[in-house]
């Protein structure tokens, strides 16, 4: 390569605008070492770029002046810095100085942004949490009403069991005769059953099937014992007429009827209104 | 400029040596326009502009140990510091390349003589120039001179390859160099 090589390459032209990479740039170096030529070259399109800047030239305020005297005034140790290394040379104080404001101005800058950032992620958890937690809590309450409602069916399932256990109780006992009581000429549908302890005499009544009575109408058990009527008390209907219905005591009977007599019961059957009897058997 | 100067180069660079500061203050009212029209080239507001001078001749002042004669004239080495010192401060700033072009494109207003706030002493021949350079040369000049901005990032910014960045750019400085002859 040769002088004229560089001249003709277009590098010094790049060269002189700074705009040479940095390869190019130790290329040309050395041949500007190696070449006069190319030297005087660089120093003439040097001189060019230089001419055109300089035309663009503008005078500056005369603050500026005026602060740069006061600042070279300001700093006595100036006047005997010559003995200062380059790298205390490379870092003036003015520089420093806005670095360093201009570097808290960032981290205040970076620090806010994070800690908006921050918040922004919190709320956006917390609000999630939150949409959660009422979700939850409705679940909860919902799941505390079906528990409570559960609870009271247990009971009334309970109470309902040991009815059904009561009963149970009373026909399971050997000593318990069995009195069916199917439906009269005028009621044919109807049907009970008595269930009547040989040994404690207690008596009991089971409805197999009797029409509800109006509100003011209430059945009555009857006994017949000897011929005559005796009153063994009114039972309900209803979802108790599901279960045996504690009567009264009686050491003999022959018959037993059930008349539908006014709420409360009656001394004396109403025949008309008798709609099931039954023999005791034997 | 030569013929306005009163003291060499080198009486210069040894009254500055010597801590002078009538020579400091002459090389100020000598070398400030040049420099500072530098600055606002490249930082584009005046207010940055004037920080940048001051830092320059505060480099200047400081440094002036390290400037090695043989290497290059003074006006070159203080150039050279005011267009780092300028760029320095415009990345510090954060200026995206965008800006830059941007930048390059606005200031060009500043060629049109009526439009500009501070009348350039030489303006005439400025405008010569100007008007003798295609836009295109133009731009390509002030982005690599004034912005410092690599043979790449020109051509990304133009649109244009990278060979054609370098042969624009050599075509630009050579009309540079026949319209200066003609001043």
Known sequence: ?282 | MGATLTYTEIELVQGLQARDEKIFSYLYDHYSPALYGVALKIVTDEASAGDVLQEVFIKIWRNIDRYDASKGRLFTWMLNIARNTAIDSLRSKAHKLDQKVQDVTSTSLMYEPQLAVHLPVDHLGLTKVIDGLPKDQRIIIDLAYFKGCTQEEIAKVLEIPLGTVKTRMRNAIIQLRILLKQL
């Open chain 1, 1 to 282: 390569m040769d002088a004229q090589y560089f001249i003709s390459s277009g590098l010094i032209e790049l060269y002189a605008a700074g705009m040479a990479s940095e390869q190019e740039v130790q290329e040309l170096e050395a041949a500007m070492r190696q070449f006069p030529e190319v030297a005087a070259a660089v120093e003439t399109y040097r001189r060019n770029m230089e001419e055109y800047v300089s035309l663009q030239r503008l005078t500056p305020e005369a603050a500026v002046k005026t602060s740069l005297f006061n600042q070279i005034n300001n700093e006595p140790d100036l006047q005997d810095s010559l003995q200062k290394t380059d790298q205390q040379m490379q870092q003036p104080k003015l520089v420093s100085m806005t670095e360093t404001k201009s570097l808290s101005w960032k981290w205040i800058a970076a620090a806010s942004a994070a800690l908006l950032i921050g918040s922004l992620i919190l709320n956006y958890v917390f609000f999630n949490r939150y949409k959660e937690f009422k979700e939850y809590k409705d679940k909860y309450q919902s799941l505390l009403l079906s528990q409570n409602s559960i609870l009271s069916k247990e009971n009334l399932y309970k109470t309902r069991l040991e009815q059904m256990q009561q009963s149970l109780d009373v026909i399971q006992d050997p000593d318990v005769m069995k009195v069916k009581m199917p439906g009269t000429k005028a009621f044919p549908e109807a049907m009970a059953t008595v269930f009547w302890n040989q040994s404690s005499k207690q008596v009991y009544v089971k409805v197999n099937k009797l029409p509800e009575p109006a509100a003011d109408k209430q059945y009555q058990l009857w006994a017949i014992v000897d011929g005559k009527p005796v009153s063994m008390g009114v039972f309900e209907m209803g979802d108790t007429a599901q279960l045996l219905q504690k009567m009264q005591i009686t050491g003999a009977a022959q018959m037993f009827a059930v008349t539908l007599e006014k709420k409360g019961g009656a001394a004396a059957p109403t025949m008309e209104q008798m709609y099931v009897a039954g023999k005791v058997p034997g």
